[in-house]
């Protein structure tokens, strides 16, 4: 989880919208962070 405290632990927008945004964005990236570090394996042959 450190990713996530990278990220921040408070949401910096006042407004709910903006807030709503920012959470989906953070998941957008935490998403990629996984999507990273899941191997590939193909069948050999």
């Known amino acids: ?3 996530t405290k ?3 632990q408070c949401l910096m ?3 709910f919208d903006r807030q709503v ?3 989906q964005i953070r998941a ?5 962070y996984t999507a990273l570090g899941i191997p ?4 050999a042959g």
């Open 1 to 3: 989880m450190h990713c």
């Open 6 to 8: 990278l990220l921040g």
């Open 13 to 15: 927008a006042r407004d």
């Open 21 to 23: 945004a920012e959470i």
């Open 28 to 32: 957008a990236v935490f998403n990629v």
């Open 40 to 43: 590939v394996t193909e069948p």
